[in-house]
DNA sequence: GGGGGATTGTTAAAGATTTAACATCCTTGT
DNA sequence: ACAAGGATGTTAAATCTTTAACAATCCCCC
């Protein structure tokens, strides 16, 4: 895979979005679609769709458009998910359990394989067919499969401690759905969701119109 | 408010960033704080601390910096959060469950008031104090408080109609958990918020540094 | 086998966002 | 009262992203 530039992260989060209506679109049976079709299905322009696969490579075929599965498989190796993951979950709280549980993250090849947390009596309980272990035993659990990826659903007051253990058990990629910024050494990948801040985009927006 | 300019949809999420500095600040009884701590505590430049609060007017004193209490209270009129809003969820599934017990909305004003779904086996069982009605029961509720704001929480195939749904019964701004693009008509703001796509984001820049 | 229509890949232009630079203004100390 | 230091607000530059335009290519039909 050749990147030789950097690549927005916006048209990785297109990617995803690509990917998905090509995978419908070869469930129907269809054998070509064009640039125009995915744009429409994912709500971009059709010369946003090319540029953005124009980073990896040349997909196409001029006057005719892109083959479902073969544009599905391409784009499903650039986002590294020709492979399975597996991904630990801190946090046994609602949230952390609501995702343990998500049925999303099967679909698109990610497995929780263990779920953390430091609350005595969460532990040895099970969520789903996971139990709930003791932070303590993250490190040995993440170095056993290996494990790259976290979630992290934590209160916003223990996220940066629970990041650089887990940083230090050797996770590579997180999560961060705590309500706080927290920061990860060179090498290590992080994302923030913070669900209150997207209830607060949309009151943000509905008081502009007024 | 007065927003002559439209304001970049980053510049939304970083408010939230500061507001929770900037409350964190006040409690602990500082005074004044910059741009510099503002940005160094949500990770950002203080450039963009300034440039993203100059869209909205002068909060501070030169050679000074900002009051903490008097910001966060600018910042969260400018986000619409100087009042509490109700909003409901579709979906009683894991997420919608999850969401609805989520302690992360009420610290910032928003009530969680009605949860529905079209499974009749949920319809009458309870999340936390909130009992699940029917869908069709959504119109009524909405326009009785009235609520602005809904999440949905169903499965990609219907999530297309429960918006259409939503908007018919006077819901104005929409956070889509359902990994699918919908559409709304102009002013309904409408948000996406892929889960899983959050974690390919991780996969893809792993993939990257190889 | 050649022309018309269609669609990609790519380059250039436009637009938006971020960063940097600096003039302005406030506080403090002498 | 005034100078020094420091932080904002604002303008300009740089960077990044999106949109538009078009040449290159392919398929279909006659």
Known sequence: ???KFKIPEATVGRLTA???FLKEAEEKGIS????????KATGVTPAQVRKDLA??????TRGVGYNPRELYNYIM???GLDRRWPVIIIGAGRLGAALAMYKGFAERGFDIVGIFDIDPEKIGS?????EIRPLEELKEKVQELPVKLGIVAVPAASAQQVVDYMV????????????????VPEGVVLRRVDLASQLEYLTFRLGESR
């Open 55 to 60: 980073y990896f490579g040349e997909f196409g």
């Open 18 to 20: 690509y990917s998905r």
């Open 32 to 39: 070509t679609v064009s640039s125009q079709q995915i744009a």
């Open 168 to 183: 230090e058990s050797g996770i590579r990629g997180i999560i961060n759905f705590a309500p706080v910024n927290v920061s």
């Open 1 to 3: 895979m050749f990147k």
């Open 126 to 130: 099970k969520i789903g067919e996971i």
């Open 77 to 79: 190796k650039i986002l």
